[in-house]
């Protein structure tokens, strides 16, 4: 915000503003989609049926396709045993073809790994660096895996997956997201091993 950018999905918990809003109440967002509806139906306030935010995203989705997103906490998880996990993805991440063959023999269908890193962000106003926000793997047709670690303090770490795809065939956009990311899923967990290094055969929350 102190950048005077227009911050769009910026943050966590579905923000989006400008440097006119500092909080995470999606107040701009509400504004926006009210704004959109009323031009949409401008010339048929009187019609039987009104132009709703549910036919727009069908549109926009037929139009651009659509991405697909969820994501999987695993809370309290034992802090040693996270770091174990995530050091792991990192050691990984050395040999690229090594990545591939093991996400090939879970999901031969998935796209090739073709980039992988740990993120780090630069704050464009202080120019400060904020390293470790996550271990990200990057596919050819524009799907990634993310893992990121939280809160390694005495009462344990929560481990974050982030799942997503882009599907651009209009046929298949109107899948669940859970059935539409299945074969990720399956790749993130077991490519992980994350039931192997927390005990865990189920995340504390899917979003």
């Known amino acids: 915000m102190d950048a005077g950018m227009c911050s769009v999905c910026g ?4 923000g989006t503003g400008s440097d006119h809003i500092r909080e995470k109440d999606g107040i701009w967002a509400v504004l926006a989609w009210l704004s959109i ?4 139906n401008k010339d048929n306030l009187g019609g039987d049926k009104l132009v709703t935010v549910e036919d727009i995203v069908l549109q926009h989705w037929a139009t651009y ?3 697909y997103y969820t994501r999987y906490d695993y809370e309290n998880v ?10 792991n993805l990192v050691k990984m991440q ?7 063959k093991s996400i090939k023999e879970i ?3 998935v796209a090739d790994v073709v980039s992988a890193d740990e993120f780090e962000y630069k704050d464009p106003v202080d120019g400060s660096v904020s390293k470790h926000q996550g271990i990200r793997y990057l596919f050819g047709d524009g799907s990634r895996l993310v893992f990121r670690l ?5 009462v344990g770490a929560t481990i974050r997956i982030y799942i997503e795809q882009y599907e651009k ?6 899948r669940a997201s859970s059935d539409a990311l299945s074969p990720l899923v399956d790749v993130a967990l077991k490519f992980s091993k994350i039931k192997e290094y927390t005990g865990r055969s189920a995340p504390t929350v899917i979003t």
């Open 37 to 40: 509806l009323a031009y949409k």
């Open 150 to 154: 939280s809160g390694t303090g005495s």
């Open 169 to 174: 065939d209009s046929s298949k956009t109107g």
């Open 107 to 109: 999901q031969p269908t």
């Open 78 to 87: 034992d802090a040693e045993a996270a770091k174990e996990l995530m050091a």
């Open 11 to 14: 943050e966590e918990s579905f």
């Open 65 to 67: 396709g659509r991405h």
């Open 94 to 100: 050395s040999s690229l073809s090594d990545v591939n």
